[in-house]
Structure formats: structure tokens, C-alpha cells
């Protein structure tokens, strides 16, 4: 059983180098989001979606970039990578209230 | 964006002994959770919550969720070295999802 799939793992960039974070569910959730963990910050939402060809902005929404062409795939585009961008990014799923994550892409920008 | 106010931040704790952890909230909530996150890792959800004044238990995991529907509490039961990490609970409402920072537990064996 799969539920969220990220990838990659880890990655290094420099700055003002652009890539995407792919994550994938495979329990037909309606609700996907983005969400980047920075220590003694929490979870703060970047991007969310409600369904296929719907996303909204979450609270820092920056430098960030979504689309959601099925309900399986939402990727993050970071445009182009800043220090700032340095962090845990994770991928979350619902639709029923109960969120689940998965396992993290570790970034880090030079 | 809202955090939810969790606390305590830190926990240092013989094995064996009860861990109790509260969230609390200015709003109200339709779901609260509880996730366990390992270092290096994916949070866990461990206990979700949908109703005001629900009871729920997962093996030694307990926890409530409130009368008012702005506070949740975890309980854990005599713990164990595992139980090490850091737990944190989220509130649901309106298709918006709230956390809070987490409570670091250790165990001391």
C-alpha cells in the first residue's frame, strides 16, 4: 500500500537553479497540498488543491509553483531556488479529514 | 497562518511513566489529529477526532478531543523507548488544515 509517494528523497540545488518535487497518492484523494517543515516553525502550507485543475495558495506561497492535471499527481515547481527555500517539503492527501503525509523531500539550496 | 499553541515543547521522561501533551486552539475545529514524526521521517497519524467530547484509544495512545472544540489532548501510557519523537496535533476546518509545533518526548531507558 503506497498512499503518498515523494520524490526526490534529497536534493541539492544552487541558487537560481528550478526543479520539481513529485508527489503521487494512489487512494483517489480529492485533497492534495504541499507543506514545508522548518525548525521551531511548524508545518506551513505552500499550495493546496480540491481536485483535478483546482489549486489555491496556501500561506507562503512564494517562489512556488503547482498544477494538478490528474487527482494521483500534484508537483512543486520551485521557479528559481533561493537559500530561503532550504527545507523539509512535505506532501499531504484527504478526503475524509484525516491527512496523511509522506516521507519528505529534504532541499537544500547553496 | 494560525499555529495551534501545543504544549509542552519538551519532555524528558523515564520509561514506564504517563506522557500527557495538549493543543489548544482560538477556533473552532471539525477534526482534531495526532501524528508521530521520527527523525528523518513522515508524520504518522496516530488518532484522529470527529466529534466534541470523543474518547479514543490506540493501544496506549489516548486522546480527546474537547468540549469547546479548540483544545485536544494525547495521552500516552506507560512508555517505552519507541515512544521517542515528536508528536504534534492538527486541527480541520473548513477544508484548512492547522498544526502545532510539537512536543519533543524522550524516553530515558
Known amino acids: 500500500n503506497a498512499g503518498v509517494t515523494q520524490t526526490p528523497k534529497f536534493q541539492v540545488l544552487k541558487t537560481g537553479q528550478s526543479m520539481t518535487l513529485q508527489c503521487a497518492q494512489d487512494m483517489n484523494h480529492e485533497y492534495m497540498s504541499w507543506y514545508r517543515q522548518d525548525p521551531g516553525m511548524g508545518l506551513r502550507l505552500i499550495h493546496y488543491?480540491?481536485?483535478?485543475?483546482?489549486?489555491d495558495q496556501g500561506e507562503v506561497p512564494n517562489g512556488y509553483n503547482v498544477s494538478r492535471s490528474t487527482t494521483e499527481d500534484f508537483p512543486l515547481r520551485l521557479l528559481s531556488a533561493a537559500p530561503s527555500q532550504t527545507s523539509v517539503y512535505f506532501c499531504?492527501?484527504?478526503?475524509?479529514?484525516?491527512?496523511?503525509f509522506g516521507e519528505g523531500s529534504r532541499l537544500t539550496v547553496l | 497562518g494560525q499555529q495551534l499553541n501545543q504544549s509542552p515543547q519538551s519532555m524528558f521522561i523515564q520509561e514506564g511513566e504517563d506522557v500527557s501533551m495538549n493543543c489548544t486552539s482560538s477556533?473552532?475545529?471539525?477534526?482534531w489529529l495526532w501524528y508521530k514524526q521520527d527523525p528523518g521521517e513522515g508524520p504518522v497519524l496516530l488518532i484522529a477526532l470527529y466529534k466534541a467530547g470523543e474518547l479514543t484509544s490506540n493501544g496506549r495512545l489516548t486522546a480527546q478531543f474537547g468540549i469547546t472544540r479548540k483544545d485536544s489532548f494525547l495521552n500516552i501510557s506507560a512508555s517505552i523507548p519507541s515512544d521517542v519523537g515528536i508528536y504534534f496535533c492538527?486541527?480541520?476546518?473548513?477544508?484548512?488544515?492547522?498544526f502545532g509545533t510539537g512536543t519533543s518526548l524522550t524516553v530515558i531507558p
Open positions: 499531504a492527501s484527504t478526503t475524509s479529514g484525516e491527512l496523511f
Open positions: 492538527a486541527g480541520h476546518s473548513s477544508s484548512q488544515f492547522y
Open positions: 477556533s473552532i475545529f471539525n477534526t
Open positions: 488543491s480540491v481536485g483535478a485543475g483546482i489549486t
